[in-house]
């Protein structure tokens, strides 16, 4: 059966937080979507703690909504026994906890009524690349239908079949059950030797308790599942919360990046691309900022006039900060917890997400703008770099600043195009003749920003001790 034959300009494959952003941000941009989704999505049935970076993208989507649809708990206080000692109230730290299946769903019914057109439940079976467009086989029903696009999104999570991966982090398995009649109240995280466990209230008088190990650790435990994860529990002194449902959900947590690149007319988001370490809790809102940056991507690759290399180019950039920048957050709660237990669970994790994550960050500023006639020029470290960014929501390359305190080269600051300006300032002068200099190209307000901004970053500095 074929009841659609029209060529869409994206097929979306999976609904879960990346690929329904996806789709809805490229059809707000006109382009023509279509979104299979399996069904699976929170098949783990375990709920998601989400970061607050996940509100402001859903504020920017203008998808409110979604979180009332989701959210299980909202401002559960967190206690942590991170290492050693009791287990303590986190002062200030609250979890917003909300059901993964209502909240995917809540995303794919906005994508739709942004006009994308979905296809559920509807499992992508086989793709083909015939020269010009994707056939792609779906299956709805047990029928297969065909689909055609020029372009396919995998947002299709950790399962998809259709990639290769490379691990970025030490095997890791999360292994979850439900307990009912449980009394807590609030979302523990709590840490031993060679494992660490979270748990949060999921239901009336209901708690799941997720424990995150090692594959081998458990292995060395006798017995099927249940034995196991009992053993687990217990093994690290993690209180017991209420009656236990038999049922164990054992899943791969191990972080990892997809091993094939980008190309002209594929592109993976979400999980699909990078799946995080779970311990920083910022796997929903990474999804969604991928799905954010591929639709300039992907509205540059289909633009005849777009620049293909630096859609590309900017899309590994921006896939690499993200990563460092969540690996930074596992990072430190990895080290945190090493200092303590010195097992080489927690030793070995925070060497590999402390190598992969951000540099530090810049020293804290002096003065935020120098005095009028103070001599200031560009720092020697300053350098002038070609690089892909965004010029009018398309993916360009432009003219750009880099220095040792930015962790990227920088086309524009508060929309100004910095690097012509900035070159400006290659002799020492005085801040306020930059600045008069800068004013036939910008309003005062502007310029004061971007002296401000440079003198902060240190890419210009004192001419003069
Ligand atoms: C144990 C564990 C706990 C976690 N806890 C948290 C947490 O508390 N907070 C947090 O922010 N993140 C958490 N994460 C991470 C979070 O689940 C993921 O980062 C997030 O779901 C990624 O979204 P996604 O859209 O890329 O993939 P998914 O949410 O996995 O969605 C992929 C979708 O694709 C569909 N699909 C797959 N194959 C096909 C196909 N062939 N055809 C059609 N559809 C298909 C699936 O049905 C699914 O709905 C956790 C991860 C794990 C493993």
Redesign the pocket.
Known sequence: MEPDRALFDVFV?????????AALTLARRGLSVAL?????????G??????PG?SAQLSFLGLNDVLRDAVLREDLSVWRRWGGGALRETPGGTTL?CD?VRF?QAMCASAEASGVRMAR?????RRRWNGRAWDLE?LTSGAAETWRARFLVD????????RRRTLTGTPTI?V?ATWRDARSEATTIVSASKAWF?SAPTGSRQTTL?G?TDPQHFRTFSGGSWDRYAALVREAGVELPGTPDREIVV???TPYLSASPASRRLLR?????A??D?L?????????Q??LAAGPVVATLLDPHGDANAALAFWEARRRARVRAHQGWSAELYAEAAAFHRTPFWTTRTAEHQASSSPPAPPAPSPPVPHPFDIVRLDPRTAFVSAACLVDDRAAYRECVAHPTLTEPVAFVDGVDAAPLLRLAATAQTAADLVARWSARLAPAESYRLLSWAWRQGVLSAALP
């Open positions: 494959v999976g609904g879960g937080p990346a690929g329904a952003a299979c989704e399996a069904g699976d999505v929170g098949r783990l375990m709920p998601w703690s989400l970061s996940v906890l993964a995917s439940p509807a499992r992508l079976h779906v947002a299709a999570g950790r399962g998809t079949a259709f999360a979850a979270w997720v995150f899943c791969n947590a988001v979400g999980d699909a691309d799946a995080l779970p920083s809790s910022t796997g929903v809102q990474a999804a969604i991928s799905a």
